[in-house]
């Protein structure tokens, strides 16, 4: 069984960093794509960015590029979001979401795996 849990969220001033966790366990993760995943209050769940467990390619949503960086560590099974210059709009619950089989990258309802979230805060 797939376990995926974030950390690292918290309360941040606009233009301040964060970086999120996401330990994986329950299995080896090759072939799978690793994703972050983000809602904020009474939105949908919108797409962030997501990592290739293998390759380590990359891609981000428009809204993050050139600000977040996703990266994993292969060691640790550990996926991280490196969040800079970050902007109030950006304050929402984030997850990390897991599939094996996805090719649909930036479409939330195509993971099977999910963690709890943790909550980031961006205040002005």
């Known amino acids: 069984q797939v376990q995926l849990v974030e950390s690292g969220g918290g309360l941040v001033q606009a233009g301040g960093s964060l970086r999120l966790s996401c330990a994986a366990s329950g299995r080896g993760f090759s072939g799978y794509v690793m994703a972050w995943i983000r809602q904020a209050p009474g939105k949908e769940r919108d797409f962030v960015g997501a990592?290739?467990?293998?390759?380590?390619?990359?891609e981000y949503a428009d809204s993050v590029k050139g600000r977040f960086t996703i990266s994993r560590d292969k060691a640790k099974n550990t996926v991280y979001l490196q969040m800079n210059s970050l902007k109030p709009e950006d304050t929402a619950v984030y997850y990390c979401?897991?599939?094996?089989?996805?090719?649909?990258?930036?479409?939330?309802?195509?993971?099977?795996?999910w963690g709890q979230g943790t909550q980031v805060t961006v205040s002005t």
């Open positions: 979401a897991a599939d094996p089989y996805n090719s649909r990258w930036h479409d939330p309802d195509k993971y099977n795996y």
């Open positions: 990592i290739s467990w293998s390759g380590g390619n990359t």
